[in-house]
């Protein structure tokens, strides 16, 4: 700072007598343009320069920072949507596929020469359930005990455990349990669809 004053004053002690001594030298002097050549003008203007460049800079890596934002955030919504497309997709082929025609009747709790337990251990003297499941009388060469199932009948669709078996249910049949021989009637025989669960 103290070596611009020395600079304006020397500037200004061989500048004034000059311009005193020639009367032809114009006296409005443009002091302005004279300090915007000084060499601290030059420095404040580079500064000015440099800061105004570097703002513009900032702006530009942000608006980059952003735009890549909104294209990771595009990337994700995208990847998601298959992921979904693919899982819907999956399902409508396990929902295609994995379904069985079986032919069912049913049998109550409360059937005549029937013991109460099934073949896996289960009383079924008071229940048509085990563990919130129903319970079904399979051929175990076909589902094996103790297999989860889900049944679709013309009534009611539910999941079941193979938890039985009977003389007459060979092949693609299945008994399922009910609460008596008389809702059973009432149900009589047809058609379902089974998939196993695990």
């Known amino acids: 700072m103290n070596k611009y004053k020395i600079i304006l004053a020397i500037f200004f002690i061989f500048l004034f007598p000059i311009s005193l001594i020639d009367e032809n030298v114009n006296n409005d002097i443009d002091y302005k343009r004279i300090f915007q050549n000084t060499p601290k003008n030059s420095y404040d203007n580079m500064i000015t320069t440099i800061v105004t460049s570097a703002k513009q800079l900032e702006k530009q890596k942000n608006e980059k920072r952003q735009e890549l934002k909104r294209l990771m955030h595009e990337k994700e919504i995208r990847k998601e949507q298959l992921r979904?497309?693919?899982q819907q997709k999956d399902s409508s082929i396990?929902?295609?596929?994995e379904w069985l025609n079986f032919h069912a009747t049913y049998y109550g709790n409360d059937c005549i020469g029937c013991s109460g337990i099934t073949?896996?251990?289960?009383n079924v003297q008071k229940t048509i359930y085990f563990k919130g499941l129903r319970?079904?009388?399979v051929d175990p060469t076909i589902i094996p005990l103790g297999t989860i199932v889900e049944i679709k009948t013309p009534n009611e669709r539910f999941k079941a455990i193979a938890a039985d078996k009977?003389?007459?249910?060979?092949g693609y049949r299945l008994d399922i349990l009910v609460e008596s021989e008389r809702v059973s009637a009432q149900y009589g025989r047809h058609n379902v669809q089974l998939r196993i669960i695990k």
């Open 84 to 86: 979904i497309e693919r």
């Open 135 to 137: 319970i079904v009388a």
């Open 166 to 170: 009977g003389g007459a249910i060979k």
């Open 94 to 97: 396990k929902e295609n596929i």
């Open 119 to 122: 073949a896996t251990g289960i």
